[in-house]
């Protein structure tokens, strides 16, 4: 069984560890990373995210910005990419504490999803995220051409 079948299986025995939470402040497997970056997204354009002060989570920012994913756990959104290749810092916002502060999510001079996505850390991420994503196709490839071999 390669890690992303089981990946899926494991998934599929438990849903709640599909919620970025669960990765947060632990050093993640193989296993794990394929979990991570391969789950289907948990945040759907139909769910109704609660608000706080008004605001409130929008699925729509993971379109602009595709690590990020919402937690049901901490109603806190958390990078995916940094979350995968560590670069977990205590009190970190989007690999620890979850990032809550939906006022100040978007927009030209405070916007904090933007300034994470340009962070120095994050392209790091981002580009091992690539880099995986990549030999994991690749192994999944493979393994279904030495099947249809069989
Ligand atoms: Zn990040």
């Known amino acids: 069984m390669n890690i992303f079948t089981e ?8 849903p709640t560890n599909s919620d ?3 990765f947060s402040g632990k050093s993640l497997n193989d296993s794990d990373r394929t979990q991570l970056l391969f789950d289907i997204k948990m945040s759907s354009s139909t769910t109704v995210f609660p ?5 409130r989570y929008s699925s729509k920012w993971e379109e602009k910005f595709p690590w990020l994913r919402y937690s049901i756990q ?9 979350l995968a290749f560590c670069n977990y810092k205590d009190g970190d916002v989007f690999t620890d ?15 904090v999803l ?10 790091q991420a981002t580009n091992k995220t690539i ?11 493979d393994t279904c051409f030495y099947l249809k071999k069989l």
Do not use: M
């Open 131 to 141: 880099n995986y994503k990549q030999i994991v196709n690749k192994k999944e490839k």
């Open 7 to 14: 990946s899926v299986l494991k998934q599929q025995s438990d």
């Open 114 to 123: 933007l300034s994470h996505n340009e962070s120095k850390t994050h392209k």
């Open 97 to 111: 504490k979850g990032f809550n502060d939906w006022k100040n999510a978007t927009g030209s001079k405070r916007g």
């Open 74 to 82: 901490k109603d806190a959104a958390f990078c995916i990419n940094c």
């Open 51 to 55: 608000a706080t002060d008004g605001r």
């Open 20 to 22: 970025p939470y669960f």
